[in-house]
């Protein structure tokens, strides 16, 4: 690690082992990235949205006649976001460490 050079000692018989603890570590990888992935995408709609209603200039009458949807349309977008964010999070490993490790 680093600048110190160590040596790992694997017993032979338990090289399928490792090989499998291996495999799943590298797919538990990939699919972090594809969780990283959704969650910046996520993010990104997000803010897009929360952007898009900051931004609207509406005259007063249609201020006057839209808050109720416009807060309304806005809880629905933060309840979907924190939703799909928490369902993304809780991604489960454990059928990939069945698969290689058994």
């Given amino acids: 690690m680093g600048a110190i050079d ?3 000692d694997i017993d032979k018989t ?3 082992a490792l ?6 570590l590298f797919v538990i990888a990939e699919k972090y990235k594809s969780i990283q992935t959704e969650l910046d995408v996520l993010d990104k709609t997000q803010a897009t949205i929360h952007h898009m209603f900051s931004l609207r200039q509406l005259s007063e009458q249609a201020i006057l ?3 109720d949807i416009i807060n309304q349309t806005s809880k629905q977008v933060e309840d979907y976001y924190l939703q799909r ?6 991604y489960d490993f454990e059928p990939i460490f069945k698969k290689y490790i058994g």
């Fill in 65 to 67: 006649n839209l808050p």
């Fill in 19 to 24: 090989l499998g603890l291996y495999k799943a």
């Fill in 6 to 8: 160590f040596s790992i």
């Fill in 14 to 16: 338990q090289f399928t």
């Fill in 85 to 90: 964010k928490n369902e993304i999070r809780q």
